[in-house]
Nanobody, 114 residues
Framework: QLQLVESGGGLVQPGGSLRLSCAAS????????MGWYRQAPGKQRELVAV???????NYPDAVKGRFTISRDNAKNTVYLQMNSLKPEDTGVYYC????????WGQGTQVTVST
């Protein structure tokens, strides 16, 4: 079972950028799709980006044009570049397979605030 470790979160002002990383303990090469998810305070966890093994990406309207997901199969790492951040992007960000498979990592906190 893969173990996933997210990093790169922090406090950023509205309009700023962050790049998140998700390092997997094993190979992600055979995983058809990987996703980034977030959980805002008091809300359910939601999907914010998906990338297939063929590098096809998909995003919900809330982040489309601002977030970019990528994967480096050689490094077993998935990234999330987040630009033009808004306060409503605040939350704990997680990565996992899509659909979800196995345990969640500890996540990385992203706070967008003045």
């Amino acid at each position: 079972q893969l173990q996933l470790v997210e990093s790169g979160g922090g406090l950023v002002q509205p309009g700023g950028s962050l790049r998140l990383s998700c390092a997997a303990s094993g190979s992600i090469f055979s995983i058809n799709a990987m996703g980034w998810y977030r959980q805002a305070p008091g809300k359910q966890r939601e999907l914010v980006a998906v990338i297939t093994i063929g590098a096809t990406t998909n995003y919900p309207d809330a982040v489309k044009g601002r977030f970019t997901i990528s994967r480096d199969n050689a490094k077993n790492t998935v990234y999330l570049q987040m630009n033009s951040l808004k306060p409503e992007d605040t939350g704990v960000y997680y990565c996992n397979a899509y659909p979800v498979k196995g345990a969640w990592g500890q996540g990385t906190q992203v706070t967008v605030s003045t």
